[in-house]
């Protein structure tokens, strides 16, 4: 069986230098050709990002826009393009893994194609994801880690020198860290039947500590606030692949709302990828109306907070009924809640009282 | 009662108590005000004598004085025409004695300069002047004080020199108080401008401090010496009319018309003795004081007589005009510089012909903190005084909307306008600054937006010039990179050649070139 797992991720690993291969022929022959180079793909602008209900995630439409070298403000980001998928195609090829931030570095020093920020590098990395069609991870290009999972999950590593090694996910109490060798490794086996994702680290090390995973046959994951994508396609892994039902908790304000959703529905941003989005997970918590039933310690609403809750009742994603009410609600009381108000009623009353009524609740 | 004394003074004594009429006020302004009226005579003798001016001028300290201003030494030589010797006392130690009373364009007009430059010597330092001259014959040195009070010369030693080598011009040496260090930046503006405008004068300068500075000449050209003419009835008052009356040997008020102003024929002396009510056939002498006054109010409002006769005026010409002004900046080939010439137009019977130019590029930028730089001249002397009153600020800053012709605020520009009359509108009896006469204004206003609408041909080139090369630079660096790592990224040892796609974006670019080294040219520029 593990033979077969790496040489699915060998066969993935080889697709996708054949697809950055490929870019480099035809960008190569249209300049042959006395052509200026160009490229189509979807485009990514606002009026091309369309909510499917069906799928429930934000998706791209059918407009597609051309990159071309012959625009004098476009050749810059094009060669910054050709320039990433060349060094895609290098990490692919010598077997390493990247991040964000060291795209960024190493395009550094490059004369002329230098990217004058992160915000610069990050994109032309996601032009190259909807050129290819392909998400970043496949490219290995990682996002920086912060994120991590512990829990009774055995996976099996098939990243160089680790491939066919495995490791049971409850074998270090912080938690997996989770990043490139545990995105790309398979999912073996679990006797969690649930997985609880939680927005903050220092609630997931509570957790761990009162063995909630046992408690409550559960896969933690931590997100460290907004979850990173390759967190949010392990989450999708868990629940489509092995079945296990999601539930997701967070701080009770418009920002910890939105965390919950975003595993749920996607981004905006990642419109152009799928399997990111787990539209069966649930959000548990905290809820505006916990707030009032549990008479936790509040701070007041900031106009920012109330100015992002109102721009959240408009969108599409958060048509249904309870996110409807607990934002409404929200704005009703003026008033949210963080995580750690549960320490009022004693450090171990979240894992006692609390998640086994809202999941019981359900 | 109290006594009154009458008295009458002579016109030295007179320009002795308003010496800062003439310009020598204090004494920073003395000595810019002595080398300009100095500097002017020496152009002139050297224009009449259709000779390329070699000056050479020096100023030595002799000894400071107690106010905190010095005494100085100041030299001034030319090859001029000369003085003929028995006119060498009256031309410098007698106001209102001179050459120059012709109706011809000339730097000096009243006999008045020179010698009051003389005079505040005088009153500042008790020395003589030395005079130095010499036609072509012997050579006449005179030592000389002026009596101020009988305007008279007072010639203290005459001495007569052998002229072996044929030399032959005019050397001017006094005292006078000054402050040096004050006048040095208007000293140096005058000779730089002096310089722009009269590109065929070597001028040669030596400072107090034994600087030396030289504005050599850029040509040998000289531009045509303007003819004497006669008066034009328009421009005529009622004391020249007077005198004309006086002097002349016409029988007639009709001959006397046509002998003495500019084209007055037969039947337009008589249809203007018409409308004036003089009998044609009256004699001059019989015209009673207020008959005279009739005929010059009526000479002003007769609109049939010829327009006034340009060819005493003597501009600089397009072409001397751009040397001058290329020499002095220190343009380049690449910068702009166009120059117009109005055709001659006139203001209240005084014709005068309008120039003007425009200069910008690189050049100037250098030169310069941005906006525009305005250089005034009047019969080919610069002016440097009172700039926001005169005419040529005002056509500048109010009737010219740069932006129409591309230019904005900080847009470094050169403006030059010259003027030349037989009368020049000053303002002032200082001379710095021309009055805005609707003639005047409306033909540098004219001419400006004339050379403007070149310059903004230009400015629009170069504009479309910068952006084709940054264009042509970013696919010269960008194109070779696709290249370079296409090939890589499909496993090709070579990149593809990228040489037909940059020519293709540098088609046009020659072109674009070609035609910002030409100063554009416009239909109907010069009138
Ligand atoms: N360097 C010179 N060479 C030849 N003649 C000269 C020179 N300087 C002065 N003269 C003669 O002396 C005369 C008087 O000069 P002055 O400067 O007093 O009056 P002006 O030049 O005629 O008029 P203005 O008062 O406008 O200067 C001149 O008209 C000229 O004939
Ligand atoms: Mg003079």
Redesign the interface.
């Known amino acids: 069986m593990s033979d077969k797992i790496v040489s699915d991720a060998e066969k993935q690993r080889e697709s996708v230098e054949l697809y950055?291969?490929?870019?480099?022929?035809i960008?190569?022959e249209q300049?042959?050709n006395?052509e200026?180079?160009w490229i189509m793909m979807q485009s990514r602008s606002t009026d091309n990002i369309i909510y499917d209900p069906d799928l429930r995630q934000y998706v791209l439409g059918d407009r597609m826009i051309r990159r071309h070298?012959r625009n004098?403000r476009h050749?810059?980001p094009?060669?910054q393009l050709?320039?990433t998928?060349?060094f895609a195609?290098e990490l692919l090829r010598l077997r390493k893994t990247s991040t964000l931030r060291e795209v960024y570095y190493s395009a550094r020093g490059q004369r002329?194609?230098e990217f004058k920020n992160q915000a610069e590098s990050d994109n032309i990395i996601t032009d190259l994801e909807t050129a290819l069609n392909t998400p970043r991870e496949e490219f290995n290009i990682f996002p920086e880690e912060r994120s991590a999972i512990f829990g009774d999950l055995t996976i099996e590593y098939t990243v160089p020198g680790y491939e066919g090694k495995r490791m049971n996910l409850t074998e270090h109490p912080d938690g997996v860290m989770i990043g490139p060798a545990l995105t790309s490794s398979k999912f073996v086996e679990t006797s969690a039947d649930k997985v609880l994702v939680i927005e903050k680290g220092a609630m997931f090390t509570r957790l761990v500590e009162e063995q909630a995973h046992e408690q409550f046959n559960a896969i933690l994951i931590h997100t460290a606030g907004q979850s990173p994508r390759s967190t949010r396609s392990i989450i999708h892994r868990l629940n489509r692949d092995h079945g296990l039902p999601v539930y997701i908790f967070t701080d009770g304000d418009p920002w910890g709302v939105h965390i919950a959703m975003v595993i749920i529905s996607g981004s905006a941003n990642a419109a152009h990828l799928r399997g990111l989005a787990t539209p069966e997970a649930k959000w548990i918590g905290v809820w505006a109306t916990d707030i009032i039933k549990y008479k936790l310690p509040t701070e007041n609403l900031t106009d920012y907070d109330v100015k992002r809750l109102k721009e959240l009742t408009a969108d599409p994603r958060y048509k249904e009924e309870l996110w409807q009410r607990e934002i409404a609600t929200f704005l009703k009381i003026g008033k949210k809640a963080e995580l750690e108000a549960f320490s009022r009623y004693g450090l171990t009353y979240i894992v006692d009282e609390y998640l086994p009524a809202k999941l019981e609740g359900l | 009662m109290t006594e009154v004394e009458y008295q009458s003074i002579s016109p030295s004594d007179f320009f002795y108590r308003n010496r800062e009429i003439a310009g020598f006020s204090n004494p920073s302004r003395a000595i810019y005000a002595a080398v300009r009226e100095l500097v002017e005579n020496s152009l002139d003798a050297c224009e009449a004598r259709r000779v390329p001016p070699n000056i050479y001028l020096r100023i030595t300290e002799v000894a400071a004085s107690e106010t905190g201003s010095s005494i100085y030494t100041l030299r001034i030589e030319d090859n001029g025409t000369g003085v003929p010797a028995e006119h060498i006392p009256h031309c410098f130690g007698q106001v209102f004695y001179g050459s120059k009373y012709t109706l011809k364009q000339a730097r000096g007009t009243f006999g008045l300069g020179g010698t009051i430059t003389i005079l505040y010597g005088q009153i500042t330092t008790h020395k003589p002047v030395r005079i130095t001259s010499s036609t072509g014959g012997d050579i006449h040195e005179y030592e000389m004080m002026i009596d101020i009070e009988h305007n008279r010369p007072l010639i203290l030693k005459h001495t007569v020199l052998d002229n072996k080598k044929g030399w032959r011009g005019t050397a001017v040496e006094l005292q006078l108080e000054g402050d040096y260090s004050r006048s040095r930046y208007r000293l140096y503006e005058y000779l730089k401008q002096t310089a722009m405008v009269n590109p065929y004068a070597d001028i040669t300068f030596v400072d107090p401090r034994g600087r030396l500075y030289r504005f050599k000449r850029a040509t040998e050209q000289m531009p045509p010496l303007p003819k004497p003419v006669k008066p034009h009835p328009h421009g005529i008052d009622v004391e020249t009319f007077r005198r004309l009356v006086a002097i002349t040997k016409a029988r007639s008020m009709k001959a006397f018309m046509m002998e003495h102003f500019q084209g007055v024929g037969p039947t337009t002396a008589e249809k203007f003795l018409r409308a004036a009510k003089i009998n044609p056939k009256a004699k001059p002498s019989s015209l009673k004081p207020e008959d005279i006054v009739r005929l010059v109010r009526a000479a002003r409002e007769f609109n049939d007589f010829i327009r006034p006769d340009p060819s005493c005026l003597s501009p600089i010409g397009v072409e001397l005009l751009e040397t001058g002004i290329r020499k002095e900046l220190n343009l380049r080939e690449d910068d702009f510089l166009k120059v117009v010439q109005r055709k001659p137009a006139t203001y209240l019977g005084f014709p005068f012909i309008v120039e003007a130019a425009i200069a910008h590029g690189k050049s100037i930028a250098k030169q310069s903190r941005g906006g525009i730089t305005i250089y005034r001249f009047a019969n080919r002397i610069p002016l440097l005084f009172d700039e926001s009153s005169g005419v040529v600020w005002k056509v500048v800053n109010r009737n010219i909307n740069w932006a129409t012709y591309k230019v904005s605020s900080d847009t470094p520009l050169v403006v030059v306008v010259h003027v030349c009359s037989t009368k020049i509108p000053y303002k002032t009896v200082g001379k710095e600054y021309m009055a805005d006469q609707p003639e005047v204004e409306r033909e540098i206003t004219n001419a400006l937006r004339s050379a403007a609408r070149s310059l903004r041909l230009y400015i629009a080139r170069s504009i479309r010039l910068a952006h084709e090369k940054r264009r042509l630079n970013i696919f010269g660096k960008y194109l070779p990179k696709i290249a370079e790592f296409s090939a890589k990224l499909s496993d090709r040892e070579e990149p593809p050649d990228v040489r037909p796609l940059l020519a293709a974006v540098s088609a046009s670019l020659p072109e674009v070139e070609k035609k910002i080294s030409e100063v554009p040219q416009i239909v109907g520029q010069d009138s």
């Open positions: 950055l291969k490929q870019l480099g022929n960008i190569y300049i042959e006395r200026f180079p070298s004098i050749i810059r094009f060669t050709v320039w998928a060349w195609r002329d194609i």
